[in-house]
């Protein structure tokens, strides 16, 4: 069974551009879940939707936005792109919102 | 306030040596997961084990083991003969079931590197 894809895998911003990365969850999972990590710190939390529906909000601005899809699919999108949103940003999927979350490979983004 | 501390930034072993990864956590909710993740240099985050706050007991799975004490708010993971293939930044995580999203929170990180 293929687990969580993300695309694209590397991204090279200039400040000020949007960028949107997308997500798909495992198949059969309901929830997705996106985490930014910055270089030598743990993930932190963005967001979490289940069956379309934003359950969850990390401390993040609202130049941050997601969305799923009906196919469970998942966009985050970012606006008005800084230094600082230079991280490796992963999506993580499972079968409900309480429940071991499995993560896809990451997508590194660059803003310059 | 939710919060996980992993206090060993780096820890360097030799090739078949046993090593403990350090994990306290801080939660007020009285029902809580408590997971381990392992990120190698690929960057993608492989789950190893989760733990109910009910279920104290300790787990084995091969070379890996689990300790839980909620006295101490410790959930600690030791790799037994550890190998070049465990290096690799592990994370322990929190997921808080009574309050808030039922989201992650990670610790910082221990990077593990064994010596060959």
């Known amino acids: 069974d293929a687990g969580v894809t993300q695309s694209p895998t590397h991204l090279i911003k200039t400040r000020g551009q949007h960028v949107t990365l997308r997500c798909s969850p495992i198949?059969?999972?309901?929830?997705v879940s996106w985490y930014q990590q910055v270089l030598g710190q743990g993930p932190q939390f963005i967001f979490q939707?289940?069956?379309?529906?934003?359950?969850g909000r990390g401390n993040f601005p609202d130049r941050f936005s997601a969305r799923q899809f009906p196919n469970y699919s998942s966009e985050l999108n970012v606006n008005a792109l800084l230094l600082g949103d230079s991280a490796l940003y992963l999506c993580?999927?499972?079968?409900?919102?309480?429940?071991?979350?499995?993560f896809g490979p990451g997508t590194r983004l660059t803003v310059l | 306030a939710q919060k996980v501390t992993q206090a060993q930034t780096e820890i360097s072993v030799v090739e078949k040596e046993d090593v403990t990864l350090d994990c306290v956590y801080e939660t007020r909710d009285t029902t809580y997961y408590l997971f381990w993740y392992k990120q190698p240099p690929s960057g993608e985050l492989v789950f190893l084990i989760r733990r109910n706050s009910f279920d104290e007991q300790n787990e084995i799975s091969g070379r890996y083991s689990w300790n839980f004490q909620k006295s101490t708010s410790s959930f600690n993971f030791t790799i037994t003969a550890s190998q070049v293939v465990d290096s690799a930044v592990y994370f322990c995580a929190l997921m808080c079931l009574q309050t808030g999203a039922n989201n992650l929170f990670f610790g910082t990180g221990t990077r593990l590197t064994v010596i060959p």
């Open positions: 993580a999927s499972s079968l409900r919102v309480a429940d071991t979350q499995y």
């Open positions: 939707y289940y069956e379309k529906e934003e359950r």
């Open positions: 198949s059969g999972h309901k929830s």
